[in-house]
């Protein structure tokens, strides 16, 4: 979400530049997403560092780094849902409502599925990433 007021500080710069033909707009993506990569990295490795020892998961390096790949990459593909949804809003306050849809929608769904057992209609069984 950091993302969408990011976006929306650099918007008008940026289509300044668009109309002037400039640059392409294919340059900015991609600057925008190597400049994101640093701090990602750095999010995902203090993340990945409290979370998986706090949790008590296996004391392996191979699953340690595998979960901390897995955290950097969710974290890259989600700040490129809310800066595509930033460029694709018309105002902050539609891409605050759409970006909080998209979340709820993707914690309402992932890691979850539903499975049929003889007794009960339906259990959840949830799946971790770091139990491969």
Excluded: W
Aim: with cysteine; charged share 10%.
């Amino acid at each position: 979400m950091p993302q969408l007021a990011i976006v929306f500080a650099t918007k008008r710069v940026f289509y300044k530049h668009r109309d002037a033909r400039l640059f392409p707009p294919g340059a900015l993506a991609a600057a925008n997403t190597l400049q994101a990569l640093p701090i990602g990295a750095v999010e995902a490795i203090l993340y990945a560092c409290v979370v998986y020892f706090f949790a008590g998961l296996t004391v392996e390096a191979g699953r340690f780094f595998m979960f901390m790949a897995l955290i950097f990459s969710a974290s890259a593909c989600m700040g490129g849902v809310f800066r595509l949804l930033a460029y694709a809003a018309p105002s902050m306050i539609v891409a605050n409502s759409i970006g909080a849809g998209v979340l709820l929608l993707l914690m309402l769904t992932n890691g979850a599925r539903g499975r049929y057992s003889g007794r009960t209609l339906c259990t959840l069984r949830v799946r971790c990433a770091a139990a491969f």
